[in-house]
């Protein structure tokens, strides 16, 4: 261990991100979807996504990876926030970004690293860099399988997830992957 370490600032962070395994994503919630997954659910998948496929792409994969774990790290605090709708924790992109953010600040706060962490969730957040967009599409991808997921195991059309995906999703091989999930929805 470094001479930084600081046994209570580990149990803190810890601590934080474990709270990630209970807070249930909202998206789902708000269509009534029974058991839907936790961020912390979404967080592995979207990082397994990473693992998997930044290497393919000629992307940093560690850093896709990093940036996946921290991603929704503030969520722990300020839950899951939908941007730019009329439910109570709607915000912007500008607030949700301000309010996460600020999240990431205390949740780091006993960290060396901080600075270098709350820096690498700022380039995601803002999509400042080829990983960041790349991370940033794979959030959408892990989005509409699990809403497929859900529509064979409920029934349910949950169309809003595929349109929000569709106007994300720019790179031509995501699409095609995008396009093979979407065309498993009649299946």
Known sequence: MDKDFKVQSFIDLFRSAGLLKTVKRTGWE??????PESIADHSFLLTFFAMILAERFGIDTYKCMRMA??????????GDI???RGEDRVFSEEEKIKKEGAA???????????DEFVALWEEYAKGESQEARFVRQLDKLE?????????????KKLEEFWINAEKYITDDSLKSLFE???SLRGR
């Not at 989005?143 to 029934?155: F, I, N, P, S, T």
Request: negative net charge.
């Open 82 to 84: 939908i941007e730019e």
């Open 180 to 182: 093979e999930l979407k």
């Open 104 to 114: 990431i600040e205390k949740i780091l706060s006993g960290l060396a690293e901080k």
């Open 69 to 78: 774990l921290l991603h929704d790290l503030g969520e722990s605090i300020v």
């Open 143 to 155: 989005m509409v399988l699990q809403a497929l997921e859900y529509e064979k195991r409920d029934g």
């Open 30 to 35: 708000n269509y009534g979807i029974s058991n």
